[in-house]
Nanobody, 123 residues
Framework: QVQVAESGGGLVQAGDSLRLSCATS????????MGWFRQAPGKEREFVAA????????SYADSAKGRFTISRDNAKNTVNLEMNSLKPEDTGVYYC????????????????WGQGTQVTVSS
């Protein structure tokens, strides 16, 4: 089984950048894709970005396109989310998740989740 752990959250101002990292361990060869989701207070968890194991295919939510970049370093077993031009509406807990089924935007296809890292963007 694979384990994931997020890091890199924090408090930033609107317009700033932040880089989140997801460290994976265990049966990493069993995962076909990794995703980032976020959950704002009082809202449902929503898809942000995802990447295949090889890194050749990525997917982004409309809200992330042009501002966020997902990447992975398989040698280090990490998946990163570079977030630029942050907005107050990007505030939330960001979760890293692993999928054995493949790349997708639905949370249900991701079997393993981290504890989350808080991102707060002040206006």
């Amino acid at each position: 089984q694979v384990q994931v752990a997020e890091s890199g959250g924090g408090l930033v101002q609107a317009g700033d950048s932040l880089r989140l990292s997801c460290a994976t361990s265990g049966r990493t060869d069993s995962t076909k894709a990794m995703g980032w989701f976020r959950q704002a207070p009082g809202k449902e968890r929503e898809f942000v970005a995802a990447i295949t194991r090889s890194g050749d295919v990525t997917s982004y939510a409309d809200s992330a396109k042009g501002r966020f970049t997902i990447s992975r370093d398989n040698a280090k077993n990490t998946v990163n989310l570079e977030m630029n031009s942050l907005k107050p509406e990007d505030t939330g807990v960001y979760y890293c998740a692993a999928s054995r089924r493949g790349l997708g935007t639905a949370a249900i296809i991701y079997e393993t989740w981290g504890q989350g890292t808080q991102v707060t963007v002040s206006s």
